[in-house]
Every structure is written in structure tokens, then in C-alpha cells.
């Protein structure tokens, strides 16, 4: 027998209330993962963005186009390396439920400015060869079953072709991966001029651009000259790094930061104060036990010792289970059809999540842990 | 002070202050406990039984005076140092018993061995020898609350004896049992007392559990009444 197992079996002594207390725990952090995966999701897009990368937007808003001229203009700049122009194309495969991301781009240019996205040379070679080429995410063609060599329509519900058609054939020519795991795969690529040749409206216009500069010291006076070059014309653009236009993506649909740390602090407080008061109860029925420990010679340190025990074991064990489930949750989601995003619960989450289970367990124990060091053995028999 | 008083209490003063009130429980209260002795400590409810035995115990302090055990003085100790002091010289009884219910009879009577430096072997046949002296060996592995009130008691007996204390303190030891238990747990007091010369100090409102020891002493009003009563 040694203090771990007066701990462990303090513990278990009300198995139901135990239960109780762990599963409000497993339940506070299976949350706290889950949102905090889908915070760092959304903040891969800001975190994995390239520096050297800029967006230029029509200034209007981002839904309204760009002339393609445009590109060259760009491409002519002072400290601009590289020109990708992209175009939206409203894509879904079979059900018009379920969208595709899929975009219009120029192969060679986007190879070059997206160097993100992993595949062989030969693939990559295939598609800038082949007009009808497209290139799918790891992810997207495991969704739908793809594999390169399939043939597979896609429609658009924006666009149309020249005949009515709103579908049009690709030839998968690779499937990417992605340089980072939390890189996006979900999406699909494929020729502009493709499109542009068969589209019945919106020609020569591109949706917008990403530019690669030099030096990303450089980046504001490059937004600076596209700005300026198209100052007064018809189609006035906005330029911004891409870890900004992400961002601000983001953002339109509310502080997403705030709301899910809103929750995730609501979460946790509740979980403190139903442990607190649940710690502080069983010890409170214990206070003739901890007094005949006294008695017998247990120090009241070492008691105290025991008691925050408790509670950090409540902590990391209702914590650990609550981490393990969340994995499970984003293991099943990622094995269903549903196009979700791809949630890592990585180290860094697993840290922080065992940080603030100490705490917790620290703080819930703290109080009772307190009484139990002061608990005067005399007091202790006559309060029970 | 004699080789052969194992306890010596001079001058001890005993006094609580309560709302205004000061309230003194003992006055310049002088004992002595010999070593072998079976002292039984009768007296009225608020005659001071308790909290003699509770300084006896060190778990309380007296206002002033001496308490000397063993030729070492009581009274100065550190509350820290009255616990490790506690744990390797007083062995406790109490009226209910007091054992860990989530604990079976051979981990409650292993508990004071947790202060030791014993290693888990020397621990557990510390703990079949004790529970072989109450004659509870074949209920080692029951809980507190499968067992019966005067197996509970025999079962703090052995936690008492375990780590083989100097003295053994008993605060109404039989004052839950019926009088056929009553009588076993004396007995066993008794056996220890004899027969292996352990001193123990017994809180009784019982006449006929005093009977059991060597003498009884009276208080009343935080005084010894009658100075000693052979049995």
C-alpha cells in the first residue's frame, strides 16, 4: 500500500459521483479539443499562408471579376516574381448539395506560386499538357473515390457552356498532397483556358490573382504599385498579403476566436466549479478520516499532498479521456462523406490540454486540499 | 524521573478561552504513568477526561506546565514534530473504531506502518501478526462494513499495536459494544497489558470495563478525586 493507492481508493470510494464528476471533465475537454482543432483549422489558413504571397481583389468585393490583362500588367511590376490567376467555378460533383471546392487557374503559373500542393513531376507535366486536366486533393478524391486516369463531369452552378450544358469533363491527371497535414486537399484545380474557351459569359475575366514577390519586405510596396497601376479604371483592385485576406475570410463570418474561446471558458468554468464542489464535499465527509490520519501521525502536508492528488487525477484522467474521444470523433468524421475540413488535435493542443488539466486539478483541489492542512484533529471528532 | 515512569505530567495547565470566557480545565495537574501500568481514567462528562487524554495523545498542547514521555519533553514539540512522534510512540482506540471504510482490515492495519521506513514485505507480516493477535487473520481481506462492531474494534486494536507504540490510548473503547464484546476487548487489553507488558491509558464511563485494569484513577472537575484505586 503506499499514498497513491489512498488516493486511488478515496477516489473511487462513490463511484457515482465519480463518474459524474469525470464525465462533466471528459465532456469540458472533448469540447475544448474539438473547437480548439477547428480554431487551429481555421488558422492554418493565416498560419500556413506564404509571406512572399499577395491577393489582388476587384476592389468592390471579391465575388466581382477582374480583367485577365491584368495578370501581364501585374506580372511586369517591380519585385513581383510570379502571377496565378484563379477564377471560381461554383463546382459540385453529382449532388448540387455538396460542393467541390474547384477553381480555374493557369497550370504553370499556379504551380509555381501554390508550391504547397506535393505531386510528381511527371502529374504535374500531364496536367499543364493536358486542357482538360484536373488535379484533385487527397482528400476530395477519397471522398468521391477518384483515382488519376478517371474521367468525371463536374458542374457548375454558376456557369454554363456555349450550349447550355453546365457540365463539363475532366481528365484526372493527379492527386495532391499537401506539404503541411493541415494543408488544404479538399480542393480542385483545373485550365482556365479550358474554361474561358467554353464558358457563355464572363470571358477574359479572372476572379483574382495571387502574386509571389521577392521579399516579403517587399510586399507592401508591391500592394502599393497594384493599387496605384489600377487607381481610377473600371476594375480598381485590392491587394493584400494572403495571411491578411485569409484572415479577413475568416472574419466574415464573425469572430470565430472569440466565440469559441467564449465557449471554451464557459465550459471550463462550469467543470471548476461542479469538481470544486464536488472535491470539496467528499472532503468535507471525510473530515473525521483525515483527523484519525492526523491522529495517527500522517503530517498534514502529506495529506494535503494527497488531497490535491485527487483532484489532479480527476482532472487528467476525466482530460485524457475526453482528448482520446475527440481524436475518435475527428477519426469517424474524417471516414464519412460529409466534406469536413481536416481537424488535427496536435501536440501543441495536447500540451495546453494537459496544462490546463493541472491547473484545474490544482485549483479544484486547492480549497479542500487547504481545510484538510489546517483541519485541527480536535475539531475534526467533534465536527462529526 | 524514574526509569520506570514511562509518563509524567507537572504542573499542567489546561485552559480555553470561549466567547469571553476563559474556562480552565486543569489546574496545575500532576500525573505519572509507569511502564506495564493499565490505567483506567473514569469520571463525570466535562471532568477533562478527553482532553487529558487528548494531551496524553499530543494532539493537544497544555497552556503551561511539563508533560515528559520517556524522558523527552511533549510539551515543546512542533505540531509537525507531534505527528512523527505520535506515529512512533502512541498507539490510538477509539469508541467507533475509526477505520478507513473504503480500506479492508489488513490495509487499515497497515496504515500507521505507511509512517515507517518498513518495506511492503516487513509491512504485511507486521499486519498478519497483528491481525493474528485479535484473532482476525481469516478476515483480513473484509471490509469495515461486512464486519461486526467488536471485529471492527479488534480490527483498531491491531492499527494501534502495529508499529509496536510505548503506549496505548483508549478513549472508550467498549462504549459501542455489547457487554459479551465489551468483555472480549477488554480481554485482549488485558493479554496485551500482561502479557506483553504493554502500558495503556483506558477512558471509561464503564465501572465495569475499570475493573479490567490495574488501577483507576477519578477526575472530577479536572481534579483526580481519588488518588489511586488498586483493582
Known amino acids: ?384 | 524521573m524514574s526509569d520506570d515512569v514511562l509518563y509524567k505530567l507537572t504542573n499542567v495547565t489546561k485552559s480555553f478561552v470561549k466567547g469571553k470566557e476563559k474556562i480552565t480545565v486543569f489546574d496545575n495537574l500532576n500525573m505519572e504513568i509507569e511502564r506495564g501500568d493499565f490505567l483506567a481514567i473514569m469520571g463525570p462528562s466535562g471532568s477533562g477526561k478527553t482532553t487529558l487524554l487528548n494531551m496524553l495523545g499530543g494532539v493537544d498542547q497544555p497552556t503551561s506546565g511539563e508533560v515528559t514521555f520517556d524522558g523527552g519533553r511533549v510539551d515543546t514539540l512542533s505540531e509537525g514534530q507531534l505527528a512523527g512522534w505520535r506515529a512512533n510512540n502512541i498507539g490510538f482506540i477509539f469508541q467507533f473504531y475509526n477505520l478507513m471504510p473504503m480500506l479492508n482490515a489488513a490495509r487499515n492495519v497497515e496504515l500507521p506502518l505507511l509512517l515507517t521506513k518498513l518495506k511492503s514485505k516487513e509491512r504485511k507480516r507486521n499486519v498478519a501478526a497483528a491481525l493474528e493477535l485479535v484473532s482476525l487473520a481469516d478476515r483480513a481481506g473484509h471490509k469495515p462494513g461486512e464486519m461486526s462492531g467488536g471485529q471492527q474494534q479488534r480490527v483498531a486494536i491491531a492499527r494501534a499495536l502495529v508499529s509496536d507504540p510505548k503506549l496505548l490510548l483508549c478513549d472508550e473503547p467498549t462504549g459501542d459494544l455489547d457487554r459479551e464484546t465489551a468483555d472480549e476487548i477488554l480481554g485482549i487489553l488485558q493479554l496485551l497489558n500482561t502479557k506483553f507488558n504493554k502500558t495503556i491509558v483506558m477512558v471509561t464511563h464503564d465501572p465495569r470495563a475499570a475493573e479490567f485494569a490495574k488501577r483507576t484513577l477519578h477526575l472530577d472537575k479536572g481534579e483526580f478525586v481519588e488518588k489511586e484505586l488498586v483493582t
Not at chain 1, 504571397?53 to 480583367?67: A, D, E, S, W
Request: glycine share 6%; aromatic share 10%; proline share 3%.
Open chain 1, 1 to 384: 500500500m503506499s499514498d497513491l493507492y489512498l488516493v486511488f481508493k478515496n477516489l473511487t470510494r462513490a463511484k457515482l459521483r465519480l463518474f459524474l464528476t469525470l464525465f462533466a471533465t471528459f465532456i469540458a475537454f472533448m469540447v475544448y479539443a474539438l473547437l480548439t482543432a477547428f480554431q487551429s483549422f481555421l488558422n492554418s489558413g493565416v498560419d500556413l499562408a506564404a509571406d512572399d504571397r499577395l491577393v489582388v481583389l476587384n476592389k468592390i468585393n471579391f465575388t466581382q471579376p477582374l480583367p485577365i490583362a491584368y495578370v501581364n500588367r501585374v506580372r511586369a511590376l517591380e519585385n513581383v516574381i510570379d502571377v496565378v490567376h484563379l477564377n471560381w467555378f461554383g463546382g459540385y460533383y453529382q449532388d448540387p448539395q455538396k460542393m467541390v471546392v474547384t477553381m480555374a487557374v493557369d497550370p504553370e503559373s499556379f504551380l509555381r506560386v501554390f508550391n504547397e500542393y506535393v505531386m510528381p513531376e511527371t502529374e504535374k507535366a500531364a496536367w499543364v499538357k493536358n486542357r482538360q486536366g484536373l488535379i484533385v486533393g487527397k482528400k476530395a478524391a477519397e471522398l468521391y473515390g477518384w483515382q488519376v486516369g478517371d474521367r468525371i463531369p463536374l458542374n457548375s452552378n454558376i456557369f454554363s457552356q456555349t450550349d447550355g450544358r453546365t457540365d463539363w469533363d475532366f481528365d484526372i491527371v493527379s492527386i495532391y498532397t499537401g506539404e503541411d497535414e493541415q494543408t488544404d486537399t479538399t480542393s480542385l484545380y483545373f485550365h482556365y483556358d479550358y474554361f474561358n474557351e467554353t464558358q457563355s459569359f464572363g470571358r477574359g475575366m479572372i476572379g483574382w490573382m495571387g502574386v509571389r514577390t521577392d521579399d516579403p519586405g517587399n510586399n507592401e510596396k508591391v500592394i502599393s504599385s497594384i493599387d496605384s497601376l489600377f487607381q481610377n479604371t473600371q476594375y480598381e483592385t485590392e491587394s493584400m498579403p494572403e495571411a491578411v485576406f485569409n484572415k479577413a475570410f475568416i472574419e466574415q463570418i464573425g469572430n470565430i476566436g472569440l466565440i469559441i474561446s467564449s465557449v471554451v471558458l464557459a465550459a471550463f468554468f462550469i467543470i471548476l466549479v461542479i469538481v470544486g464542489n464536488s472535491m470539496v464535499l467528499a472532503i468535507r465527509e471525510r473530515t473525521r478520516e483525515i483527523g484519525v490520519m492526523k491522529t495517527l501521525g500522517f503530517r498534514s502536508p502529506r495529506i494535503f499532498r494527497m488531497v490535491l492528488a485527487e483532484s489532479l487525477l480527476i482532472a487528467l484522467i476525466g482530460g485524457l479521456l475526453g482528448l482520446a474521444a475527440a481524436r475518435g470523433i475527428i477519426y469517424m468524421l474524417s471516414q464519412s462523406s460529409t466534406p469536413i475540413p481536416t481537424l488535427i488535435i496536435d501536440q501543441s493542443i495536447v500540451l495546453k490540454a494537459v496544462g490546463i488539466m493541472i491547473v484545474m486539478g490544482l485549483v479544484t483541489g486547492i480549497i479542500p486540499a487547504i481545510n484538510a492542512l489546517r483541519l485541527n484533529i480536535i475539531t475534526s471528532f467533534s465536527r462529526t
